[in-house]
């Protein structure tokens, strides 16, 4: 699983706490997948964006074709 987190200011992010905080609610929510993020059969990889550089502010209109 990926999140992409945006930062106002990058540099001073606190990346740690960030991972830690969001580890500790989304494992209370969804307990069966903490198993599996502990044996590596789960991964979560966190991306840490400046602002204006999420994936959805590059998207236009509707993608659907």
Request: some cysteine; charged content about 45%.
């Amino acid at each position: 699983m990926k999140v992409s987190v945006e930062c106002k200011e990058i540099e001073e992010c606190d990346r740690e706490f960030i991972k830690e905080n969001f580890l500790r609610k989304f494992f209370k929510e969804k307990k069966e997948l903490y198993h599996n993020y502990l044996d590596g059969t789960f991964e979560i990889i966190f991306d840490f964006k400046s602002p204006g550089e999420l994936e959805f502010y590059k998207i236009r209109g509707d993608q659907r074709g």
